[in-house]
């Protein structure tokens, strides 16, 4: 390249040609000034301290003779993109664009890392995978950039010129694996496209691929062509993915559909101008800059409401082990549970709880006469009444088959407990409509109950408390209802019986 430069008088000034594109093998400057020929070199296959101004970019000073022209040579070679964007400076114009240069820089980097450890610290504490792909990708790409930016040869590695012409494409190519994994996991793509998961995986690989091979052998320009191509091609596919995910109402996919588009368009662009196809300009240049950051805090708050759905997710899935799908009501396990927090409380506040296990009479007769599905409605309309009878703090469950128990805490006299017994009995005498046909239902209750230190000897409705009485386990408390039911079955339908004897306390 030739050029001709020409500075007016009375100004006589030191000027700097910045080439603005860091990843040049090398370039040649030749010129002649009042000094005589001059002749500068710099480039990436080159020390940093061997440059003629210390700068991220290739910077060559050139003092201008008023009035004068100039003219100077580059030769500029290099085995990756051959980008040879030039701008003439003023050295104090230069210098205060850098200020709000190297800014910005520190303010993109300083939030990658802010995110990449969230999100690292996140993966601690869920142990989620698709955490650890975003780390990985949000570490790719600051690499990918502090090589693409020149900061790296700069700070990170001065002295090591091969590093400073590997890192780049190696940085990228890793940027583009990590990228198709979190894709690839964070829309779950293998359970509802498997043909696209294995596409997405065979672009993975090969990004993977470039990112070791073009490493460690020579054949910079064909690699970084390649990992262009790949790049925009992979940019467009995720696009498609996510629309697709989108469609199919996936968890996140509008959110990743979003990050995606406005990153997408700063990495095409500046594939386009890898590939010559656009020209160097802002939008070409930091355009991937912002529009990955700008991605990966979208991407991040995605990732922070998916917290929010696995945690709604397990909240559900722990209450539907908690309840009986049938009737909505406590289960086995949920009553084992409830039952045990519930004699502790007591133990607590020293007030007593009644225990009433409900079995149907003649349910199975239902069954094998109306058959199941019949029986199953049957059960719902029970287990409905004996909802409304209760209070709110009273728990209610399905014991199993036609069995149904209710714990009542705070009860502090058996009366109050037999009272609450003979209720249930007057709600089940209403039938229940099933189709077109009206079932009577009846049930047979056994209730015990268990004092709590606060009842005593002579309170009304409540039984003489031994002194020094042990505490009564779940399993035996629910011994006596049963036992007590079986008495009242003994007795004839719809009736109730009490557990004796009730000297236990909680």
């Avoid at 599905?373 to 409304?388: I, K, M, S, Y």
Wanted: aromatic share 8%.
């Amino acid at each position: 390249m030739r050029l001709e430069l020409r500075t007016e008088p009375p100004r006589n000034l030191l000027t700097l040609l910045e080439v603005a594109y860091p990843q040049l093998d090398r370039v040649d400057f030749h010129a002649v000034d009042r000094g005589g020929r001059v002749h500068l070199v710099a480039g990436d296959l080159l020390p940093f301290g061997a440059r003629p101004w210390p700068h991220r970019h290739i910077v060559f000073p050139l003092r201008l003779e008023p009035g004068q022209t100039t003219v100077v040579y580059l030769r500029a070679v290099s085995r990756g993109s051959l980008t040879v964007p030039l701008r003439l400076w003023e050295a104090q114009a230069l210098h205060a664009h850098d200020q709000a240069v190297y800014a910005a820089h520190a303010l993109y980097f300083g939030m990658l890392l802010a995110l990449g450890v969230y999100n690292l610290l996140l993966y601690v504490s869920v142990r989620d995978r698709v955490y650890l792909a975003y780390v990985a990708n949000t570490a790719a790409l600051a690499l990918g950039m502090l090589s693409t930016l020149g900061l790296g040869h700069q700070f990170l590695w001065p002295h090591s010129p091969l590093v400073a012409d590997r890192v780049p494409l190696l940085g990228f190519a890793l940027y583009g694996f990590f990228a198709l994994a979190f894709m690839r996991e964070f829309l779950q793509v293998r359970h509802w496209a498997p043909w696209l998961d294995r596409v997405l995986q065979a672009l993975a690989l090969a990004s993977l691929a470039i990112a070791i091979v073009g490493t460690l052998l020579p054949g910079g320009a064909f690699f970084v062509i390649a990992m262009a191509v790949l790049g925009s091609s992979a940019a467009l596919l995720a696009i498609v993915v996510g629309v697709l995910a989108l469609v199919r109402q996936r968890p996140g996919a509008r959110m990743f559909v979003l990050a995606t588009a406005i990153f997408q368009v700063g990495l095409v662009a500046y594939g386009l101008r890898t590939l010559d196809l656009l020209p160097t300009n802002v939008l070409t240049s930091y355009g991937l800059q912002w529009g990955s950051v700008i991605e990966m805090m979208l991407l991040s708050l995605a990732l922070a409401g998916r917290i929010q759905a696995l945690r709604f997710a397990k909240e559900q899935a722990q209450a539907a082990a908690l309840h009986d799908r049938l009737t909505g009501l406590a289960n086995r396990a949920h009553l084992d549970q409830h039952l045990g927090q519930a004699l502790a409380r007591s133990r607590r506040t020293g007030r007593g709880l009644a225990l009433l296990l409900i079995d149907l009479d003649g349910f199975k007769t239902v069954n094998d006469t109306r058959g199941h599905a019949v029986g199953d409605r049957l059960l719902t309309c029970v287990a409905q009444r004996l909802l409304d009878q209760v209070r709110e703090s009273d728990l209610v469950a399905r014991y199993g088959g036609d069995e149904f128990v209710i714990v009542c805490e705070g009860v502090e006299a058996e009366a109050v407990a037999l009272a609450l017994a003979q209720k249930l009995l007057a709600a089940l005498e209403p039938t229940c409509q099933i189709g077109d046909e009206q079932f009577t239902v009846s049930a047979s209750i056994g209730v015990a109950w268990a004092a709590g230190h606060g009842a005593r000897a002579g309170q009304a409705g409540a039984s003489t408390v031994t002194e020094g009485a042990p505490a009564i386990e779940p399993e035996a408390l629910l011994a006596r209802a049963d036992e007590a039911m079986y008495q009242a079955k003994r007795m004839g339908k719809a009736r109730y019986a009490m557990a004796h004897p009730t000297t236990a306390t909680v």
